[in-house]
């Protein structure tokens, strides 16, 4: 079993639909935890980034995440066709920068006008 | 605008020839990162070094690949013999361990490997 699931998708949505992504963990000793978003044939990029248990909006994006579940989520609102990226989960133990992080397998999200 | 740097971006080699990738992380990072990412495993961490010093690269194949920091600038992952299992994207990723929260990794654009 892996220590981080997320469903791979792939995802399709109209334009502005509220999407919901999540990944689930087997990890406790997971602290850190991000979202990445990856364009076609592009590295992937820092979208949130949350400690602990809790809540993270920035823009359109909220991060959760509930560590007594081991469940995170990012939620979109108002999608826009630019939103169309995979969306990877990742996590650490330590702290982010510098510390080996543990990625989800991403899950593939269309956002279509 | 820093950013991490990776050549090649694309390398179509012959099964059994020798592999070299290279990467220039963000100035003033301390940690470089490995990963090698495929449709089916995802994005997997080879290795990586904090100072230059390698702290983890139990997941790279240790007959055929070396990872080396031959100076604070440059990053190396080299695979040889390479294999047609070996096509994949490999991203390199630098970061600066401070002791506080709050930073993270940043990617480069990645080296697209095909072995045929």
């Given at each position: 079993q892996k220590e981080v699931e997320q469903d791979p998708g792939p995802l399709s949505v109209p334009e502005g639909a509220i999407v919901s992504l999540n990944c689930t963990y087997s990890?406790?000793?997971?602290?850190y935890f991000m979202w990445y978003r990856q364009y076609s044939r592009k590295g992937p990029e820092l979208l949130m980034y949350t400690y602990s248990s809790g809540n993270k909006e920035d823009g359109r994006f909220t991060a959760q995440v509930d560590k007594s579940s081991k469940y995170i989520s990012l939620f979109i609102r108002?999608?826009?066709?630019?939103?169309s990226a995979t969306y990877l989960c990742a996590m650490s133990a330590g702290e982010t920068s510098g510390s080996r992080l543990t990625f989800g397998e991403g899950t593939q999200l269309t956002v279509n006008p | 605008d820093a950013r991490v740097t990776q050549t090649p971006r694309h390398k179509v080699t012959e099964m059994g020839q020798e592999v070299t990738m290279r990467c220039q992380p963000i100035l003033g990072h301390n940690t470089v990162f490995w990963y090698r990412q495929t449709m089916m495993q995802g994005l997997e961490l080879l290795a990586y070094f904090r100072n230059r010093a390698p702290l983890d690269d139990s997941g790279m194949p240790k007959d055929r690949f070396s990872a080396e920091m031959p100076d604070a600038t440059l990053a190396t992952l080299k695979i040889q013999?390479?294999?047609?299992?070996?096509s994949a994207v490999y991203f390199c990723a630098s970061g600066l361990r401070?002791?506080?929260?709050?930073n993270t990794i940043y990617f480069g654009e990645g080296s697209w490997l095909t072995v045929v």
């Open positions: 990890n406790s000793a997971f602290q108002d999608s826009q066709p630019s939103d | 013999p390479s294999e047609p299992r070996d401070t002791g506080s929260a709050g």
